[in-house]
């Protein structure tokens, strides 16, 4: 049976207003519309939660029956998923604070307005490094605050903070990039 | 029949006897005794089994399965030309690849393309069962030991995302490196439960395709790992086997009526592969279905004194020696 450490206890799914309420800290943050309405169509949004934390997923809104064909059969047996779909923010309950996992970047992309695109692949694999980098901004002004990272060919990279200094150099803080699936994801 | 007594009227696989000639073998390629003479019983010649031993000393070709649910085959293999590598499509699957040449750096699993989740790194034998298990787009799914996702991956990118998988793995520490996978690789249609797959027995749902790529002795991965040499005593061995068969009974259990069943293991001792489907066609009742149009020999039908079902022989076979890849067994069973 699982252990007490990463049990799940419960899982909820959320609706349009619990789902917006959640994602509004990353609107914010990131400059965004995450509830665009397509997004909210095409995805159901389970919230799985432990004792101090939780995450939510999306699942494909077309594989509803399937899904919940599957929870509750689950349920029956008293078990609880660790994992369903793709994670796409983790809720620090404590803190109040809502954080946007890696796979939601890919996502992300398509609603947020807060990307910064590193010039060159050099400095782009040193972020993927969790390396703080300094860029010499040439051309679209940027100003400071919370950025999703994309290479020059637009992939995703990471979320970063961006600090611009007085000579104009954009200084990218790593928050989480996608190197960590070498560093820790193995 | 129960698994133990099915187990028992078996017991004669479980006591073998080393000859002199396999204990010569043993002490030159550093194995057991006892896997030697269970490989002059596969082979049934000494020439092979020497064949298949030097086959183990030899590194196997590195492949990689391109991830068609983040990118294109023709895009990741032109980004990787770029990088120095030189690939190589596989006859019998369009998006499975060998690494003929590779650079100093990046190594294989340091790539931005790997990180990106454009391809995995994956045996050549590992990619035939969720080909052949073929799920469609709006199948329910079970993978029983799903770690570390090679195969429900796989599955996921053959189902374009849709339909649901149910993903199994029991360990706290290989869930982990199951899900960061699955998320490099962008699958999004999984739910992953940390169990053991026996416990679900009593589950009311039935799906229309399970993966069964059992907990083994893997001894088929001695060219990657030579520890496997000496790694599984003869009483292991039979706990494999018994494990194994609580195993393909719950898929049997979970199996929708005229739903197929890929079993496999990274193995290539008849006591983890014929042994435990010849239970699924003898006592549960199941049929093999021959697998067509990818490498391997056909499945053994006599191993020591014993016979099988004849069925088994449309199971396949992979050798280091013959086919270049892990040794491997797979087999497609249908409930009828």
Same mark, same amino acid.
């Given at each position: ?8 206890? &419960? ?12 994602? &509004? &800290? ?16 095409? &995805? ?143 | 029949?129960?698994? $133990? ?6 017991? /004669? ?8 000639? #396999?204990?010569?073998? #043993?002490? $030159? ?12 019983? !596969? ?26 649910? *983040? ?68 199948? +329910? ?49 999984? !739910? ?23 907990? %083994? ?8 790992? +030579?520890?496997?040499?000496? *790694?599984?005593? !003869?009483? *292991? ?11 393909? *009974?719950?898929?049997? +259990? ?25 239970? #699924? ?5 199941? +049929? ?7 490498? /391997? ?17 449309? %199971? ?7 086919? $270049? ?5 797979? %087999? ?5």
């Amino acid at each position: 049976m699982q252990t007490r450490k990463d049990l799940m206890l &419960n899982y909820n799914i959320l609706d349009r207003n619990k789902i917006c309420h959640v994602l &509004n &800290n990353i609107n914010v943050k990131y400059n965004c519309n995450l509830c665009e309405e397509n997004f909210l169509k095409e &995805n159901i949004f389970l919230e799985l939660s432990g004792d101090n934390f939780s995450q939510v997923f999306i699942f494909k809104a077309g594989e509803f029956n399937k899904l919940m064909e599957v929870l509750n059969g689950l349920k029956a047996l008293r078990y609880f998923p660790y994992s369903v779909g793709m994670p796409i923010v983790v809720v620090h309950e404590r803190e109040n604070e809502v954080e946007p996992l890696i796979p939601f970047g890919y996502i992300m992309l398509k609603y947020c307005n807060n990307i910064f695109t590193i010039p060159d692949s050099k400095h782009g694999e040193k972020f993927t490094y969790g390396k703080e980098i300094v860029i010499v901004n040439k051309g679209k002004k940027y100003l400071p605050g919370y950025y999703l990272v994309v290479s020059p060919e637009g992939y995703f990279l990471g979320y970063a903070r961006l600090n611009i200094t007085r000579q104009n150099e954009v200084v990218v803080i790593p928050i989480r990039d996608i190197g960590w699936y070498l560093r820790k994801g193995r | 029949m129960d698994i $133990k007594s099915y187990l028992n009227s078996y017991k /004669g696989i479980f006591e073998v006897s080393p000859t002199t000639e #396999a204990r010569n073998l #043993a002490a $030159k390629y550093g194995y057991l005794d006892y896997m030697i003479e269970r490989y002059i019983r !596969i082979f049934n010649e000494v020439q092979e089994v020497n064949e298949f031993l030097e086959g183990c000393e030899v590194p196997l070709i590195k492949s990689i399965r391109c991830n068609e649910l *983040k990118t294109s085959c023709n895009e990741l293999e032109k980004r990787l030309r770029m990088k120095g590598y030189e690939l190589e499509r596989l006859e019998w699957l369009s998006y499975g690849y060998k690494v003929l040449k590779s650079p100093k750096k990046p190594t294989l699993g340091a790539t931005m393309e790997y990180l990106q989740g454009f391809y995995h790194i994956q045996g050549i034998a590992s990619m035939i069962p969720a080909h052949v298990l073929s799920p469609s787009p709006s199948d +329910k799914v079970l993978d029983m030991a799903a770690a570390p996702g090679s195969k429900t991956s796989q599955l996921a990118q053959i189902m374009k995302n849709n339909g649901v998988i149910l993903a199994l793995e029991k360990n706290r520490e290989r869930i982990k490196s199951l899900l960061s996978n699955l998320n490099r690789l962008g699958v999004t249609n999984t !739910i992953l439960l940390r169990a053991d797959s026996r416990n679900l027995e009593n589950m009311k749902i039935e799906f229309d395709k399970i993966l069964l790529d059992v907990p %083994c002795s893997g001894e088929g991965l001695i060219p990657i790992d +030579k520890t496997r040499k000496t *790694k599984t005593s !003869i009483q *292991k061995l039979y706990n494999f086997s018994m494990l194994q068969l609580q195993l393909i *009974k719950v898929a049997y +259990k979970l199996l929708i009526e005229k739903g197929v069943l890929v079993y496999s293991t990274c193995s290539i001792g008849p006591e983890e592969d014929e042994l435990v489907v010849n239970y #699924a066609v003898e006592e549960l009742g199941m +049929k093999v279905e021959k697998i067509e149009r990818v490498p /391997g020999d056909n499945a053994l039908t006599e191993y020591f004194s014993y016979k099988f079902s004849t069925e088994i022989k449309n %199971c396949i076979r992979l050798y280091p020696h013959k086919h $270049k890849t892990e040794g491997f067994f797979i %087999c497609k069973l249908v409930k009828i």
